[in-house]
């Protein structure tokens, strides 16, 4: 078993480091006090080849592997959750479904400008009824014609209030339950559809969240993704990768709160000595690491056996459970370590500690991760 990293797979990881230490640093904490989008920031990902590491060449990306991208969400999550997290919703939730159930047309016109960066995208499944329960869903899309009639509403978008391309989730046989959902590629420029309620968070506050409306909309029916019915499917496969974009930018934040809390442990001096020396603090930081490692081989593993072509979705289900847990966990003690001066708005830990909490939630809570992995045991 090689633990290596390729030369590309270095190349992109200090590439993603040093992009974000340049561009991300300086203005993290203030894009996450006045909850701001960084669009300049986001565009220059897209000219560095980052929206789309592992998409083909041909379609606009870069042509490397899952890892490669994974890595890169890390990176970028360690200086920023919230711009880790713009990366990881467009191109696992928006280019891989187009990539991997798309056609020719579709991949040339909608792919290729999300993988290059020029545009961004976002992935509409959940509705204020329907989070867990994706299936349950009820946004409809009646066939009129030459297009499709989408009628319904979805939150909790990513990416939603600056997307310029999205895919949705709409029921074309009400009465099929999971097997009536299909997906289309939509541009956010078509009659009757509109953003809806701005979402303010707790974390990852410079990552646009919003509710996207579509009343009456009409959507060419060369649009349809794949065929009628398969939307349940693209959803879940869809996700079962994207749960490795978000073990990455757990994994990202951790680093992080490991960083500033060695680094304050050592500076700080309590009792006439560096914290460091005190058998707790080395405990919690003992522990933190340990945590830190265990979900970063996790993710690579997801990682790596999906560039495989092999079955991950129990070990990608197991990545995304455990890096959010232990990235809340962590951040946690980050706080304890630094004491008051960690609750401070004057240090990051409170901003890794909100950012963090929110991977345990979406793309599939640590409750469904844990009935994937229960369901793959005992079947």
């Not at 340049?22 to 897209?46: H, Q, Y």
């Not at 867990?132 to 509403?153: M, Q, R, V």
């Not at 391309?165 to 009465?175: E, L």
């Not at 959010?324 to 004491?339: L, P, V």
């Amino acid at each position: 078993m090689d633990f290596g990293l390729s030369e590309i797979q270095d190349m992109i990881k200090d590439t993603a480091r040093e992009f974000a230490i340049k561009e991300l640093g300086p203005i993290a904490a203030e894009i996450d006090a006045e909850s701001r989008f960084p669009a300049e920031v986001v565009a220059k990902m897209g000219e560095l080849g980052l929206m789309g590491i592992y998409i083909p060449e041909e379609y606009g990306g870069a042509g490397a592997d899952m890892l490669s991208y994974a890595l890169a969400v890390e990176e970028i999550s360690r200086i920023c959750g919230s711009t880790g997290v713009t990366l990881s919703a467009h191109t696992s939730l928006a280019c891989d479904p187009l990539n991997t159930f798309g056609s020719d047309e579709q991949k040339k016109k909608y792919l290729t400008p999300l993988a290059s960066g020029e545009k961004l995208g976002c992935f509409a499944l959940t509705e204020p009824g329907a989070g867990s329960d994706a299936g349950s869903g009820l946004t409809t899309a009646e066939k009129k014609g030459d297009h499709y009639i989408i009628n319904g509403t979805k939150n909790f978008i990513t990416n939603g209030g600056t997307a310029e391309t999205t895919i949705v989730f709409a029921k074309t046989d009400k009465s099929s339950g999971t097997r009536g959902m299909s997906a289309f590629v939509v541009e956010n420029g078509y009659e009757g559809y509109s953003i809806g309620k701005v979402e303010h968070k707790l974390g990852i506050t410079a990552s646009t969240t919003v509710e996207l409306a579509f009343d009456n909309m009409p959507v060419p029916a060369e649009n349809l993704i794949g065929e009628e019915g398969m939307g349940f499917k693209i959803a879940m496969n869809t996700l079962n990768g994207g749960r490795i974009g978000i073990a990455a930018q757990a994994v990202g934040i951790a680093q992080a709160a490991v960083d500033d809390s060695v680094a304050y442990a050592k500076e700080r001096v309590q009792f006439g000595k560096p914290i460091g020396s005190l058998q707790a603090i080395q405990w919690m930081l003992a522990d933190m690491k340990t945590r830190l490692d265990a979900a970063r081989l996790l993710t690579h593993r997801a990682a790596s056996l999906k560039d495989a072509g092999k079955n991950y979705i129990l070990e990608s289900a197991e990545a995304k459970l455990f890096a959010s847990e232990a990235a809340t966990w962590i951040t946690h003690k980050g706080i304890q370590i630094f004491g008051g001066y960690g609750y401070s708005k004057e240090y990051p830990l409170e901003r890794y500690y909100r950012d963090a909490r929110i991977t345990e939630i979406y793309e599939g809570t640590s409750e469904i991760q844990r009935l994937v992995i229960a369901s793959t045991l005992l079947k």
